[in-house]
């Protein structure tokens, strides 16, 4: 019987401490691995530990990636920083080149979706892995009430993401490299503009709003498939009667309740050409803002050659305004007697119809893109493929009566 026994005391078990294996061990709730990496200025060895991993096989992968780096002299040490943090600092810095509404948008995302998920983990600790199932359970729970998100949303979230763990790698050197490249995300499937209005019932819609004094927007919207913010912020220098231009300069958005002016989407101005006859209205359109200038006197708020698009008292339009003002007018055609009701449709349809209806009359895809201001004309042929697809199918029959119909 040994001494501690014959005394009558029992001993408690020690607790066991955390064991290192192969550079890799668990302490408290997360796992950690260390690794031996050469300053390169004084060529001593020292031990650098990384934590924050949910399980030991995360720790593991992040372990051999920093081993082979070290060895090779690319090894960048981590820090302690979190995910939420770095992407707090990384809107700060990024306020003055991202657009406001677009800042605005990305700091929704990110506190939404991304911080309650995956805002306390360390940013060198985000794994592929960790975001795949960000997305994941943003799509099957991550919305409000429980429900899920559509994957165009996790898109977005991707897309921030992207940018910021982009510049993490790029910029501030704090990760060697882009969780976000090797994170799976939902399938997303393109939703195509539907052939909302006939060019007949655009014209229906036209004729039925002319009595309202803001009937010129919705007729610069379809002819020239210009966004909202751009024809809200196009002033009348911006109109050239005698050249049949406008030039789109800019854009407005409200953000926070505040009236923003920046640019147009793609960062670039353009110039769209008119027909006869939207010139004649916008030339009608002015005499009548002369007349309501005339006629507020002093109380009249807009300034000299100030927007095209304003209040009956010369402020500036809330871009919700004609969006609403829209479905008001095609409610008030559909209650007219002896008139074809128009189907359902939005503002931001007319500059589909416009682009359907180029595409369908043969005008080359580049031409297009140019009018309604993308960046890309892969963009317009992504938006608009039905269309292309359309075109396509009639290619052979054309071509044939080209060829044939040669005497």
Known sequence: MTDSASSGKVRKPSK?????????????????YVIRVTDPETGVSKPKWVGGFLDEDAAKEARDEARVKARRGEYIDRNSITVADYLDEWLDAHAVEIKPKTLANYRYLIDRHVKPNIGGLRLQAVRPGQLTKLYRDLVTTGGRSGKGVSPRTV??????????FGDAVRVDELI??????????PRL????????????????????AEGHRLSAF??????????????????????DFDGSTIHIKGSVAFVAGERIEGTTKSGRSRVV???????????????????DKLKAGEFWKGAEDGHVFTTGWGGPIHPDSVSSLMATLIKAHNGADNVEPLPHARLHDLRHVHATTLLLAGVPVHVVAARLGHADPAITLRVYAHVVNEQLAEAATIFAGRVDGVA
Do not use: C
């Not at 898109?155 to 910021?164: D, I, M, Q, T």
């Open 218 to 239: 919705f007729r610069l919207a379809a002819y020239t498939g210009a966004r909202r913010g751009e024809l809200l912020n196009l002033r009348w220098p911006d109109v």
């Open 273 to 291: 050409s008119l027909d006869p006859g939207t010139v004649d209205v916008l030339k009608a359109h002015r005499k009548r803002q002369l007349a």
């Open 155 to 164: 898109a977005h979230v991707h897309s921030v993401l992207r940018k910021a």
């Open 16 to 32: 066991s401490k955390p064991r290192l294996r192969d550079g890799v061990m668990k302490r408290g709730k997360t796992w950690y």
């Open 176 to 185: 060697a490299s882009n969780p976000t490249e090797r994170a799976k995300r």
């Open 189 to 208: 499937h393109h939703d195509e503009p539907g052939k909302v209005w006939t060019p007949e019932q655009l014209r229906a819609f036209l004729i039925s």
